[in-house]
């Protein structure tokens, strides 16, 4: 049975409010405790627990917090809840039914990054849980856990709740930032990062709303301890999202390191009757997609990096064999042609050329030469914009290319002789506007 | 349906590039509060959120949305009447509004309907969903009925948000009954909202 820290007893009635989560030992001895450790100390002991950010990089949030730096100056704390990775839906019914955890997570973090005032961006479509929050927020800074001199120390925490507007990129840490600051959410160029020059220039810590919430659970077991669950290098357990052609879709709470089999088959039931999984995302849109053959891995960080893809935001996505792959790589770039912001020109133009040479596809204008073309595009996105939105249609159209180029040939030869239009003759001539944004 | 593009004069995309500029007027202008009425209510509202924040342009957004919580839309009144309390200019707010999917500039149905179109839920039916929907709602002015990006429930998909209240899985025969509930102003489909949902996990409860 694993262990559920984040999800315990997570639909106890009333919740949400202050008294069901003090009663469960919210906001106690571990805040107490937490507060009264030097900063330093609390730093070590995120590092010690060895948690990796839960937003998609995974990077190690004690080694983000030991970033910022010393000294009297405004620095600031921002939970990033924009959660707009697809298949991605775990923080939602996390705020949503315990958002006093992460209130506590913030407070302890605030202190352990040396921030007075931070901010929860919570995406503007998540209205409910942006209510659900602002009233817990309301309830905490009534009863004196927020503002100056929490519990009678020397550590102050101003937070507010910012609604944004729906944008994928604000998602992105230089994007939020902006889009916080009241402009269009364009990244930025990194670096400087945001450790040193974040939120009105200031050092400005940014971690996704499960890392936080597991912050008081560190505390309380102690770092140590908490390195003991999980696997080697991805410690901890971890809310799973999983979605798409699978019988029980929804939040599971598992170990780090549980084989992917146990997790589709055994908790979400696989696909429906008759049907094979074709192929599955592992970590959100953006990773690039593994097939049935790859079930049997370990689901941490380390192992899916080894097996080319990642562990993202921990959202899988099943895709049954009953659909084509074509719709599927189609989906994913349009979602991204949607989404890129436009300040760099890989990713607005790769993006919108996928688009359409996927589309052409679709209508039997194809040659498998494009898929070449869109491999080669695809190359040209990684690596070469300000931030990773490109990279992430880029990754999961190119491996869809790789595993699945048979498929792809037999639907454009398909394709081909379904459409009247198109012979082996020479193509007919096409109207200069064809290739131009439309 | 989201992927319409506006046309204006002569099948340019560029609105009022066919109308004379008025020389004299300066662009840069900050509307003027004597000249400007904005209601009280939504004054209130934006000064609440200007007060938050360190920099007051940071309250942009949120005041943005209060006041097409007022309008409608993003109305060039909405955006002076903003502007006038926040002082800025109303370009830079329509340079804001125009980056992000929740802030409409252009006059739209003040109920606003998202059908999520992404991958899971295309899987699940999310596009169909979308057309019927639009059908049986035909053409209500009143109501905005687009797809939008991963609205992020995919765990209820096929899945729609009306007014940010999400309902789903939306079966084929539900459809008509959201349809009425939309345009009654009624609460969607309440045996299945999202809010009122429990965990699936079978460990979470123990």
């Known amino acids: 049975m694993t262990q559920h820290l984040l999800f315990n007893n997570i639909d106890e009635p009333g919740l949400d409010t202050l008294d069901v989560y003090r009663r469960r030992g919210g906001y106690g001895d571990r805040l107490r405790k937490a507060l009264t450790m030097p900063p330093e100390a609390l730093v070590e002991e995120l590092k010690a627990s060895g948690l990796r950010g839960r937003g998609g990089a995974g990077f190690s949030m004690g080694m983000k917090a030991s970033f910022m730096p010393k000294g009297a100056m405004d620095k600031y704390l921002v939970c990033n809840a924009d959660e707009s990775e697809p298949g991605t839906f775990k923080d939602r019914e996390l705020m949503q039914k315990n958002p006093h955890l992460l209130i506590e997570g913030m407070i302890i973090a605030a202190h352990a990054a040396g921030a007075n005032r931070s901010f929860i961006f919570i995406r503007g479509e998540y209205d409910q849980q942006a209510t659900i929050l602002e009233a817990a927020v309301e309830e905490a800074k009534a009863a004196g856990l927020l503002g100056d001199n929490i519990l009678g120390t020397d550590h102050s925490l101003e937070l507010w709740v910012h609604r944004g507007a729906g944008a994928y990129i604000c998602g992105e840490e230089t994007g939020l930032l902006d889009s916080l600051e009241g402009k269009r959410g364009n990244p930025r160029l990194k670096p400087p990062f945001p450790a040193n020059q974040g939120l009105y220039q200031g050092p400005t810590l940014i971690n996704n709303v499960e890392t936080l919430a597991t912050v008081p659970i560190i505390v309380e077991l102690g770092g140590a301890k908490y390195a003991e669950i999980g696997a080697e290098g991805s410690t901890g357990t971890k809310l799973i999202s999983i979605s798409g052609n699978v019988k029980r879709p929804g939040n599971y709470e598992i170990e780090l390191g549980t084989p992917s089999r146990e997790i589709i088959y055994g908790l979400a039931g696989g696909p429906p009757d008759g049907r094979e999984i074709k192929l599955w995302f592992p970590g959100g849109s953006s990773s690039p997609v593994l097939t049935k053959d790859d079930l049997d891995l370990a689901y941490d960080f380390n192992t899916l990096a080894k097996a080319g893809t990642m562990l993202g935001s921990g959202a899988i996505i099943v895709v049954d064999d009953s659909n084509s792959v074509v719709d599927v790589a189609l989906w994913t770039a349009q979602f991204y042609r949607h989404e890129s912001c436009g300040k760099c020109t890989p990713c607005r133009e790769g993006t919108n050329w996928t688009v359409k040479m996927l589309e052409r596809i679709q209508t039997g204008l194809a040659t498998p030469m494009d898929l070449d073309i869109m491999a080669s595009v695809c190359e040209n996105i990684i690596g070469n914009c300000l931030c990773v939105l490109g990279d992430a249609m880029a990754m999961p159209i190119g491996s869809m290319i790789r595993k699945f180029r048979g498929e792809f040939e037999e639907y454009i030869e398909a394709a081909r002789e379904r459409n009247p239009m198109v012979t082996d003759e020479p193509a007919p001539e096409q109207s200069l506007l064809q290739g131009a944004l439309v | ?206």
């Open chain 2, 1 to 206: 349906m989201s992927m319409d593009v506006a046309r204006f004069g002569h099948g340019s995309r560029v609105p009022g590039w066919d109308e004379a500029p008025e020389l004299p007027k300066n662009p840069q202008e900050i509307p003027d509060p004597a000249t400007t009425p904005v209601p009280e209510a939504l004054r209130a509202e934006i000064e609440q959120h200007m007060a938050k924040y360190p920099d007051r342009r940071s309250a942009a957004i949120p005041a943005l949305a209060a006041a097409q919580r007022l309008h409608g839309w993003c109305s060039p009144e909405a955006f002076r009447q903003v502007a006038c309390v926040m002082r800025l200019t109303p370009a830079y707010l329509a340079a804001v509004a125009t980056f992000y999917d929740m802030l409409d500039t252009r006059p739209v149905g003040r109920k606003r309907v998202y059908v999520c179109t992404n991958i899971s839920c295309s899987l699940c039916g999310g596009r169909e969903l979308l057309d019927k929907l639009a059908d049986a709602v035909g053409d209500d002015t009143d109501v905005q009925v687009r797809g939008f990006e991963c609205l992020g429930a995919c765990d209820i998909a096929p899945m729609v948000s009306v007014d940010g209240v999400y309902v789903g899985p939306v079966a084929d025969d539900e459809v008509d009954e959201l349809a009425r509930q939309i345009r009654d102003g009624d609460d969607p489909l309440p045996d299945k909202q999202l809010i009122r949902r429990r965990s699936v996990d079978p460990q979470a409860n123990q």
